[in-house]
């Protein structure tokens, strides 16, 4: 009986090691290093619409940055409808006609009411003032939480930053899904093109001068198919986060 099974060995070995290797290679395909994790998007079954779950209204009192450096506190515009059915289109020609066509205002230092509405094209939108519970600002659970369109979206942003001192050689940094666009003080600071993960610091700025007393910040994040949101902070020229800083939305 045992000659009959002898047969049977260098299959099983084969079956085994073939079983090794595509383990490994299911490893090594996962890409290196960790990346920061990121809210669940809602069941389908949740139907409470709520704001509450991931945001807080903000306050007219100024915020601090969270623990590491990254901006909570945003006016964010209602989604601008867009037909994209896929996010390898993001080039940097085509983010630069889309923000620049469909722009709430030309005025990049401008800051918008909370509750005010403006019309983009044929849309009319409104905005909010809203911190966020997490250190990344998540677009899908906000248009979840309107009822509003949650994929094919542009969304506009906009920030106030004071500074108590003129903070030299920082740069800007942010990770979203999937393109965005970044201007301080009515300059721009860094483009994200591409079919993007939001990855926390994915690109950085060059070298940026924070100003004595008031910044603006303005964003612009747009997201065909899956999941849009975005982090942003800012970092010394040791690379550390730069969290001598309030936020306001006025």
């Known amino acids: 009986m045992n000659r009959n099974r002898k047969p049977l060995l260098p299959i099983l070995s084969f079956i085994v090691l073939s079983g090794l ?3 490994g290679l299911t490893a090594f395909a996962q890409g290196p290093g960790p990346r920061i994790p990121l809210p669940p998007i809602p069941l389908k079954g949740d139907t409470t619409h709520t704001l509450s779950k991931h945001f807080t209204v903000a306050s007219a009192t100024q915020k601090a940055p969270d623990a590491e450096g990254f901006i909570q506190r945003w006016l964010v515009l209602e989604p601008v409808k867009k037909d994209i059915v896929r996010n390898n289109i993001f080039t940097d020609n085509y983010l630069r006609t889309t923000f ?4 709430f205002s030309s005025d990049y230092t401008f800051v918008p009411k909370n509750g005010e509405t403006v019309n983009v094209g044929n849309q009319a939108l409104k905005w909010y003032a809203l911190d966020s519970k997490a250190f990344n600002f998540n677009l899908y659970h906000f248009t979840y939480a309107l009822n509003k369109p949650k ?3 542009l ?10 001192e003129e903070i030299q050689n920082v740069r800007m940094a942010a990770g979203c899904n999937s393109g965005s666009m970044w201007w301080l003080n009515g300059q721009e600071a860094m483009l994200l093109s591409g079919d993007r993960d ?3 610091d994915n690109v950085t700025s060059s070298r940026l ?3 004595k007393g008031r910044n603006i910040v303005r964003g612009a994040v747009i997201n065909g198919p899956g999941m849009a949101n975005f982090c942003m902070r800012f970092l010394d020229e040791k690379g550390s986060p730069v969290k001598n800083l309030r936020i306001r939305i006025e």
């Open 151 to 153: 994929y094919g979206i």
């Open 21 to 23: 290797q595509l383990g």
């Open 155 to 164: 969304v506009w942003l906009v920030t106030v930053i004071d500074c108590p």
């Open 100 to 103: 620049s066509a469909d722009n």
């Open 198 to 200: 939001m990855i926390a």
């Open 209 to 211: 001068t924070l100003k």
